[in-house]
Structure formats: structure tokens, C-alpha cells
Nanobody, 127 residues
């Protein structure tokens, strides 16, 4: 099973940017689709963005579309989440999750589809 470690979180002012990284180990991530989820205090974890094996297929939650970009560098075994124009509502713990698929073009927006999760990284946006 692949192990995932998130990094890049921190405190940023509203309107600022952060880039989160999800580094994989144990297996090459090139045959895994990866998704980002987040959980704000007192709320359920929610889908943020997803990317297929090659990066050709991506999906975003409506709340982040146009502001966040998911990408991957399989040579570095890492998936990224570039977050721009951050708002206070983006404050949450961000998690990456990976699932192996038999072919490219697959990804998932459902928590239940993932068994490999990172420990999370805190993002705090001050207004």
C-alpha cells in the first residue's frame, strides 16, 4: 500500500496562495489516482480536487473551481494542490488520498473509495 505525506500548509492572509504537496512512498504513484479532501472544524470532510494517473483528467469541487489547481509529477512521486485567492472558508485540514486504478482517466470524489490517506496538513486563512 502506498504511504502518503502532505506538506505545505500554514497560515496565509485572505487572497494569498499556498501550494500543498502529497508525497508518496512505498510504491510508485504513477498508477494511482489521487484526490484532495479537506475538513473544517465542526464539519464533515469534503472533496476538493482529483487527478487521474497521467493528470489528463481532473475534477474540482465547485467551491474551489478556478482558484485551485491539482497537478502531479510522477517522476517525483508527488501530487500538488496549488491554492490561489484563498478565503477564510478554505481554512481546514487538507488530506490527500490515493487509489490504484487499472487504467488512466479514472478518479474519485468519494471518501469511501480510498484506503490510503495522509495525516493531513493544516491550512489557516486569516481575513
Amino acid at each position: 500500500q502506498v504511504q502518503l505525506v502532505e506538506s505545505g500548509g500554514g497560515l496565509v492572509q485572505a487572497g494569498g496562495s499556498l501550494r500543498l504537496s502529497c508525497a508518496a512512498s512505498g510504491r510508485t504513484i504513477s498508477s494511482y489516482a489521487v484526490s484532495w479532501f479537506r475538513q473544517a472544524p465542526g464539519k464533515e470532510r469534503e472533496f476538493v480536487a482529483a487527478i487521474s494517473w497521467s493528470g489528463r483528467s481532473t475534477s474540482y469541487a465547485d467551491s474551489v473551481k478556478g482558484r485551485f489547481t491539482i497537478s502531479r509529477d510522477n517522476a517525483k512521486n508527488t501530487v500538488y494542490l496549488q491554492m490561489n485567492s484563498l478565503e477564510s472558508v478554505d481554512t481546514a485540514v487538507y488530506y490527500c488520498a490515493a487509489r490504484r486504478y487499472p487504467a488512466d482517466s479514472y478518479y474519485s470524489r468519494r471518501e469511501a473509495d480510498f484506503s490510503s490517506w495522509g495525516q493531513g496538513t493544516q491550512v489557516t486563512v486569516s481575513s
